[in-house]
């Protein structure tokens, strides 16, 4: 069979091409994390999960958030519970072992702080 260079060099470098892929995917997870922690100068970095506990009026419950799925939304989720902005919230859709829906903040000035707040790559 004829190769290009290209392809030749691609021969080389793996053992096999499942070896190829394994690396070109574990390098683009790389670059995927860093570019993701870019846009956080104090991204949140010394855990992969955190649990939250809820205290609600109608009971507390436990939620557990995977960096490792979602980088970005468990930073913002952990920098808005520490700025306060979840404290007083009305949840307003539940339903029970699949969904809450909450996320404007009870007091005004905070919800207005972080209606436009830019994303970790400056987009609002």
Wanted: some cysteine; overall charge negative; aromatic content about 12%.
């Amino acid at each position: 069979a004829c190769h290009s260079p290209k392809e030749s060099v691609a021969e080389e470098a793996y053992d096999s091409p499942k070896e190829g892929v394994v690396d070109s995917v574990a390098r683009r997870e790389k670059e995927v994390r860093e570019a993701s922690l870019r846009g956080f100068p104090e991204a949140i970095v010394e855990s992969k999960e955190y649990r939250v506990q809820f205290k609600t009026t109608a009971g507390s419950f436990n939620a557990t958030l995977d960096r490792a799925l979602s980088p970005n939304g468990v930073d913002r989720f952990v920098e808005l519970v520490k700025d306060g902005h979840f404290t007083d919230m009305l949840f307003y859709r539940v339903l029970p072992g699949f969904l809450i829906q909450f996320g404007v903040a009870a007091d005004p000035a905070q919800h207005a702080k972080w209606d436009w707040y830019p994303g970790p790559n400056g987009e609002k």
